[in-house]
């Protein structure tokens, strides 16, 4: 889930709790799955994760390093294009 969709560009605020849910939900994320977040770094994962943590979710763990240390093993897939 791109943390931006979790963010309404108009009043730069977080959206509702009940929109976050339903995004979550039509990507598959429920309470009773394992969450693994990630991005870049591992900053704007958080996001999501913040709102899980709102939203009752508390299997949550954040991919800390994510893509940077993914990418740099040649051997683990990445999709591209």
Do not use: N
Not at 22 to 27: S, V, Y
Not at 59 to 77: C, Q, R, V
Request: hydrophobic share 40%; charged share 20%.
């Amino acid at each position: 889930m791109p943390s931006a969709t979790l963010i309404d560009p108009a009043s730069k605020r977080f959206v509702s709790p009940a929109e976050a849910l339903a995004k979550f939900t039509a990507a598959g994320i429920s309470p009773d799955k394992h969450v693994i977040a990630y991005c870049g770094g591992g900053i704007s994962a958080t996001i999501d994760l913040f709102l899980l943590h709102q939203l009752g979710f508390d299997d949550l763990t954040l991919y800390d390093g994510s893509m940077g240390e993914w990418a740099k093993d040649p051997s683990l897939p990445i999709e591209t294009g």
